[in-house]
């Protein structure tokens, strides 16, 4: 199956579920990750804002309240990070929450760990995105470990990627913490 339709079935998918659900599943992954020895010695840790349905990382932020948390903003064709800051969220023409550009800018090379968004996801650490290549155009930038954050419906046994695509080096669902496995060359 190609990208476009392995994005649209697993949108379907995720934007199908209750809100109940993805509640529970939410609070699951962020359990999950807060118990996490990697993430609690973490000092600066990159989230995100759900947007679509997508699993809501906000309980994390009271449950490791010592991390400087940071979010993206989209600015142009890149991510440009901020810290986290809950009165002082903007909305995106995207829809989505985003932090202030006028908060203070944060380098990208002090960052432990990136929890990132995805539409899909598989062991291997293959991401499947929105297609805009914003994080593509990000992860190199940063020497941060690569979490992806999915639902387990949408961590699939193997997706189509390219050089470009950035993988990750773990992922986590409501239900699993996977070390990924490079694809063999």
Known sequence: MDKDALRRRCL?????????EVAA?????????????????AHTVMAYLAFRNELDLGDLFALLPSICW?????????????????DRLVRHPFGMLEPDPELPVVDPAL?????????????????????????DRFLPTTPAVRVGVTYDACLLDALPCT????????????????????PSP
Request: proline fraction near 10%; charge should be positive; hydrophobic fraction near 40%.
């Open 12 to 20: 379907q998918i995720r934007e199908s579920l209750p809100p109940e």
């Open 25 to 41: 599943a939410s609070a699951a992954t962020c359990e999950r990750l807060a118990r996490w020895d990697l993430l609690r010695r």
């Open 70 to 86: 940071v979010l993206p903003r989209i600015e142009g064709h890149r991510l440009v990070l901020h810290p986290y800051d809950p």
């Open 111 to 135: 960052l432990d760990v990136v929890l990132v968004p995805g539409v899909a996801f598989d062991p291997r650490g293959g991401r499947l995105g929105f297609g805009g290549g914003f994080y």
């Open 163 to 182: 050089e470009k695509d950035q993988r990750m080096d773990w992922i986590v669902t409501p239900t699993r913490l996977i070390r990924c496995t490079p």
